[in-house]
C-alpha cells in the first residue's frame, strides 16, 4: 500500500494520501456528512484507488453527490446472489424471501450453461 493513511480528524480541506484506503475513519466523515445510508460501493472504491495525493475530502464528497443520481448500476457477475435478488425482486415486487430463497436454491442447481435463460 503507498503512503500514509488518514488518521483524523478530517476536514472538507484534508487532503487524500495516494493510496488512501476506504477505512473506517473515512467511513465515519462521510457518515457524518450524508447520514447513516452511507456505503462504499464500487464508485467509490474507484475514487479512492485512483486518488494521486491532489484530492481533498471535499472532492470525494461532491464526487459521492455527483454519482448518486445515476440510478441502478450493474451488478459484477461475481455477485451472482445480488444479481439473481435484484431481478427477482424486479419481477415480484411484493415476492416474500422465503420465495426469493426457494427460486435461488433452483437456479443454483442448474448446469451453469442455463442459470443465464433462468
Same mark, same amino acid.
Given at each position: 500500500?503507498?503512503?500514509?493513511?488518514?488518521?483524523?480528524? *478530517? !476536514?472538507?480541506?484534508?487532503?487524500?494520501?495516494?493510496? /488512501?484506503?476506504?477505512?473506517?475513519?473515512?467511513?465515519? +466523515?462521510?457518515?457524518?456528512?450524508?447520514?447513516? #445510508?452511507?456505503?462504499?460501493?464500487?464508485?467509490?472504491?474507484?475514487?479512492?484507488?485512483?486518488?494521486?495525493? #491532489?484530492?481533498?475530502?471535499?472532492?470525494?464528497?461532491?464526487? $459521492?453527490?455527483? !454519482?448518486?443520481?445515476?440510478?441502478?448500476?450493474?451488478?459484477?457477475? /461475481?455477485? %451472482? $446472489?445480488?444479481?439473481? !435478488?435484484?431481478? +427477482? $425482486? /424486479?419481477?415480484?415486487? #411484493?415476492?416474500?424471501?422465503?420465495?426469493? *430463497?426457494?427460486? +435461488?436454491? %433452483? $437456479?443454483?442447481?442448474?448446469?451453469?450453461?442455463?442459470?443465464?435463460?433462468?
Amino acid at each position: 500500500m503507498k503512503g500514509t493513511q488518514l488518521i483524523g480528524p *478530517l !476536514t472538507f480541506t484534508t487532503v487524500i494520501p495516494s493510496g /488512501q484506503r476506504c477505512s473506517q475513519v473515512v467511513r465515519a +466523515w462521510f457518515i457524518e456528512q450524508v447520514g447513516a #445510508t452511507f456505503r462504499f460501493d464500487a464508485e467509490m472504491r474507484a475514487f479512492f484507488s485512483e486518488t494521486d495525493g #491532489t484530492q481533498t475530502m471535499n472532492d470525494a464528497l461532491d464526487y $459521492y453527490r455527483a !454519482t448518486r443520481d445515476r440510478g441502478s448500476k450493474p451488478i459484477d457477475p /461475481q455477485f %451472482e $446472489y445480488n444479481r439473481f !435478488t435484484r431481478s +427477482w $425482486y /424486479q419481477a415480484n415486487p #411484493t415476492g416474500l424471501r422465503e420465495d426469493l *430463497l426457494h427460486d +435461488w436454491q %433452483e $437456479y443454483r442447481s442448474l448446469p451453469l450453461d442455463q442459470r443465464g435463460r433462468a
